[in-house]
């Protein structure tokens, strides 16, 4: 059995891990990412950024002369950097967080989505959400992981959670919402919690967020007075689970829809017959300084 020292300084077994994580719906791994690894990523962000390493949809070019930290404040976040960058592919097989991701999830896992948030001084949150609303499994196992590469903090805009709230299993209305505090997300609603139920999850750089698809969480605006607040989240499912994801092709019977743009992380993919595609390219989030595209 595994022991690490958990963000509070106590040590928990994989076992206490597990256990929160069903009981909470979420729970921080320390050390999830070594201190090199952190550094490395954020070097990455940069030449993703500036585009060195595929155009990024939705982005403008360089600007000349303009400084790293200026280039990373204007992106909000970068969805699928794993497709074109070697170091944010190889980030989303970190043994620690794969190791407990065989626990919550099973033997067989897959991962079809990265995103690398930047959220520099000002940058909006996500209203309250359920991942799954996003990225539906058949078999409720969607599992992200939230890797800090600056600290989080209330003061840069670290996750909040409701604990508990993936424990019913159901997924909330969404709609619009027009709060400055969030980018163009919408936001869940109808649910049988308050604002006032939500813990903010700080965590040291290194340190990932484990949290269930069903989990609603949101983050708040970076106000500015702790510097960036850069994360590397990744979602996982069962491999054993078709990932209804995405436009149904006209061919397809809805129920046997299957987003193959997928990277096995643990076991075996029960359906590697279907091969691999090469769908998601990288694109930059929009915040709501253009406006939000409704
Ligand atoms: O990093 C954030 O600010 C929000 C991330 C989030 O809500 C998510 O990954 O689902």
């Not at 074109?84 to 626990?103: C, D, I, K, N």
């Not at 995103?115 to 799954?132: R, T």
């Not at 600290?151 to 299993?169: I, M, Q, Y």
Request: hydrophobic content about 35%.
């Amino acid at each position: 059995m595994t022991t690490v020292t958990t963000a509070t300084g106590q040590p928990a077994t994989t076992t206490d891990l597990v256990d929160r994580y069903h009981r909470d719906g979420f729970v921080v791994l320390p050390g999830a990412l070594g201190p090199a690894e952190v550094e490395e990523l954020r070097e990455e962000a940069v030449r993703l950024c500036r585009g060195d390493l595929a155009e990024i949809g939705g982005a403008a070019g360089p600007v000349p002369g303009e400084s790293d930290e200026d280039l990373l404040r204007r992106f909000l976040c970068v969805h699928y950097p794993h497709k074109v960058s070697e170091v944010a592919a190889r980030a989303m097989h970190a043994p620690a967080v794969v190791a407990l991701l065989t626990q919550v999830i099973g033997p067989n896992v897959k991962s079809m989505q990265s995103m690398l948030f930047v959220k520099s001084e000002g940058k909006p949150g996500q209203p309250w959400h359920q991942d799954e609303y996003f990225i539906p499994t058949r078999d409720r196992s969607l599992t992200a992981a939230w890797i800090a590469l600056d600290d989080a903090t209330v003061e840069n805009g670290c996750l909040w959670v409701l604990p508990g709230s993936h424990r019913r299993g159901v997924l909330y209305p969404a709609r619009d919402q027009d709060d400055d505090e969030f980018d163009c997300s919408v936001e869940a609603y109808d649910f049988p919690y308050q604002d006032d139920d939500a813990v903010p999850v700080e965590v040291p750089a290194g340190a990932a967020v484990i949290f269930n698809g069903y989990l609603l969480h949101r983050s708040l605006r970076n106000s500015g007075r702790h510097g960036f607040r850069r994360a590397l989240v990744h979602h996982y499912m069962s491999a054993e689970s078709l990932l209804p994801w995405r436009a149904v092709p006209d061919n397809v019977h809805v129920g046997m829809h299957d987003f193959r743009d997928i990277v096995m992380v643990a076991g075996e993919d029960p359906y590697a017959y279907k091969g691999v595609e090469d769908i998601s390219r990288p694109l930059s989030r929009p915040d709501k300084d253009g406006g939000c595209d409704r």
